[in-house]
């Protein structure tokens, strides 16, 4: 197995081959494996201050997340959003979205941040500082959560 280091980008310094591979796990978790039947392709991929995180083995993209800002907090100070966070199906149980976050955090911690768990998930967000706030809600057909995540101080 190869270094699991984290790569991290932004939308103008990925190649088509970096961008292709994230996609690809993507739309295998998310549209085959879980059969969500939302667009993954949401715009935000590209935005300014997007980052794309990601874990590559030999066979490709094996843990993926990205980071969006938003201009206007959705809840309480929080407007560094976590999501897209996935894993390839041969990976998961080796911590590597764990290590992902850790790293969004080596970069932010700073920062408020936020989320929207898929429910059985949010076990492991709350043991990484997030915690749930609102209702279970529906989204793509699968109960989510929201979840935040105070700044820590310097």
């Not at 976050?101 to 920062?111: N, P």
Request: proline residues 5%.
């Amino acid at each position: 197995m190869t270094d699991c280091s984290a790569i991290v980008r932004a939308w103008g310094e990925l190649t088509t081959d970096e961008l292709y591979a994230f996609l690809k796990l993507r739309t295998d978790v998310f549209y085959i494996e879980q059969r969500i039947d939302e667009s993954e392709l949401d715009d935000r991929d590209s935005e300014p201050g997007t980052e794309h995180y990601w874990i590559a083995d030999e066979h490709g993209v094996a843990a993926y997340l990205r980071t969006l800002v938003d201009a206007t907090p959705t809840y309480l100070d929080a407007t560094r959003v976590i999501g897209r966070v996935v894993t390839r199906a041969d990976r998961r149980g080796q911590g590597l979205a764990n290590k992902l976050m850790r790293e969004v955090f080596a970069r932010h911690d700073s920062e408020p941040m936020m989320l929207h768990a898929q429910e059985y998930i949010a076990p492991l967000y709350s043991k990484l500082g997030f915690e749930p706030f609102g209702e279970v809600y529906q989204e793509a057909g699968i109960p989510h959560i929201s979840m935040y995540r105070a700044s820590v101080p310097a």
